[in-house]
């Protein structure tokens, strides 16, 4: 067997069938799955079984990624999290990249699921940090490791005395042996519900104390910031309000230049005449740039609900002008 999917699992439910999904559909089909839970009290184990994943007791993350990693039969070991999905032809493309630039650890680049440019610009430059680190401090995501069986039982697999970063120790220990590599020929998607559920400023704080940490004082053996698995039901307190309300009107903004500059037919296709859109452009135009504003200076409540206002106030005027028209 070629390939072993590893997923630690804790609660999934929800996001895990998106990736086993994702896995049935796949152009090459030598792999094996294995859900290694940490004692889920909701559907998770059920579904993992549904669709013929082999479930191992795990544990959260580097615990459960060993303890899958134990019973696995592949030559490589891809581990993944629940809230991953993969392109039809992500297995296919990364062993044939693997195999023939011979790399036995490997990572890709990950996408969020997400419409957001801001999440897109974290997310580039995330990517762009473990390029330019993969020879002199190599770093991966958890959620996107590839690394060969013997390699990962040659350095003792995940440290799990490790509170965070466990996934970084593998990879640099890994490293000495076999260089780092990231793949060229496909990605993956993951989603953004800890950035949501933590507030996206806010974790980048996070992960720049351990960052430092792991810089000037090693890897992080104890609880150096709040840093909970799973539970992604709700959104968590945020300790730096003041960022997260930073990232909330810079959302805000972003949606209002969306509704912006979102396309618009100029004319109706039957009549050839100027169409709806394009008569309530400039009451569209001054209901958005009024929203900019607002996003700026009012609360992110305030502004969604004056953005509501505007936009309501302006098909009112336009229905309006245009039953005039009419009567005319």
């Known amino acids: ?25 796949q152009s090459f089909q030598d792999f094996e799955v294995i859900v290694a839970d940490a004692g889920s009290k909701d559907n998770t184990v059920k579904l993992a079984k549904k669709y013929g994943a082999r479930v191992v007791p795990g544990g959260m993350p580097g615990p459960g990624r060993n303890r899958g990693a134990e019973v696995a039969n592949g030559e490589f070991l891809f581990f993944f999290d ?16 693997l195999d023939h630039r ?99 400023f806010s974790l980048i704080q996070k992960y720049f104390r351990v960052e430092m940490h792991l810089l000037f004082k090693g890897n992080v053996k104890e609880d150096i910031v709040e840093y909970e698995f799973g539970d992604f039901s709700k959104k968590g307190e945020a300790n730096t309000k003041w960022l997260d309300d930073l990232e909330k009107k810079i959302i805000q903004m972003e949606k209002a230049y969306n509704r912006l500059t979102s396309p618009k037919d ?3 296709g039957a009549s050839g005449k100027p169409s709806k859109e394009k008569n309530d452009l400039l009451e569209r135009w001054k209901a958005g740039l009024e929203t900019l ?36």
């Open 1 to 25: 067997m070629r390939v072993s999917v590893v997923v630690p699992t804790l609660n999934e439910e929800e996001d895990l069938p998106i990736l086993l999904e994702s896995l049935k559909k």
């Open 82 to 97: 629940a809230d991953v999905s993969l392109p039809t032809d992500f297995l296919e493309k990364a062993l044939k990249e």
């Open 102 to 200: 011979f790399l036995d650890l490997a990572t890709c680049e990950f996408h969020p699921s997400s419409n957001l440019k801001l999440d897109d610009i974290m997310f580039r430059f995330a990517n762009l940090s473990v390029k330019m680190n993969q020879d002199l401090n190599p770093r991966a995501a958890g959620f996107c490791i590839f690394i060969t069986r013997r390699l990962f039982n040659r350095v003792g697999g995940f440290d799990e005395s490790l509170k965070l970063a466990e996934d970084h120790d593998l990879v640099q220990r890994a490293s000495k042996f076999r260089p780092l590599r990231v793949l060229e020929s496909t990605h993956l998607n993951v989603s953004v519900r800890r950035l949501e559920k933590e507030g996206r």
């Open 266 to 268: 100029d004319t109706d």
């Open 293 to 328: 504003v607002d996003a700026i200076t009012k609360s992110p409540d305030q502004s969604e609900k004056s953005h509501q206002e505007k936009m309501a106030k302006a098909a009112k005027g336009n229905e309006k002008k245009s039953g005039k028209s009419k009567g005319k």
